[in-house]
């Protein structure tokens, strides 16, 4: 996910600001109010950093409640539809925060920095979680795209190190 989210932000990032449109156009409706706040208040000093902490705190609170969920509760939607929720939401705010960073208003510079790296990290970490990489994995399917999406998660656990043996590992980082 880190590099989904890396490529998100680098196509955002070199999108002219004309060419986007309306946080109420492009997000769902439950986050299209929270953006078009952002956008007033986004040069306030530190408001993005307070914005994005707490968004790190509601998707590490969603990842532990998928991580935490007795096995035979699992289902779709309260595993891997809740983790690509929780993700989505993250990413938009994220993205947002981004552009709105890169839309000539006065921000600091600094602190767009930080978000980047903050948020690299929080994916890094994210993607060597066993405990949650085994709930996300281990519900059964009932479509071709929740098929789909079980493997897309499964891949980038599994490009971080999940689920191989020490000694695949030793090769890949040797390679």
Not at 38 to 54: A, D, F, I, K, N
Not at 59 to 71: D, F, G, K, V
């Amino acid at each position: 996910m880190t590099k989904l989210l890396l490529l998100s932000l680098a196509a955002l990032l070199s999108t002219p600001a004309t060419a986007m449109t309306c946080a109420s156009m492009t997000e769902p409706a439950y986050l299209a109010h929270e953006l078009d706040d952002m956008t007033g208040r986004v040069t306030q000093t530190g408001y993005r950093s307070e914005v994005l902490r707490r968004e790190r705190v509601r998707l590490q609170l969603a990842l532990r409640a998928i991580e935490r969920r007795p096995t035979a509760e699992h289902d779709f939607d309260n595993t891997l539809g809740a983790f690509d929720r929780a993700l989505s939401r993250y990413g938009s705010i994220v993205s947002w925060l981004m552009f709105l960073s890169r839309s000539g208003l006065e921000v600091d510079k600094d602190e767009t920095v930080r978000m980047i790296g903050e948020s690299s990290k929080l994916f890094s970490a994210l993607y060597k979680n066993e405990r949650l990489f085994a709930a996300l994995t281990h519900v059964e399917p009932r479509t071709p795209e929740q098929t789909a999406l079980r493997d897309i998660v499964a891949k980038e656990f599994r490009d971080a190190g999940v689920g191989r043996t020490p000694d695949v590992l030793r090769r890949a980082t040797a390679l």
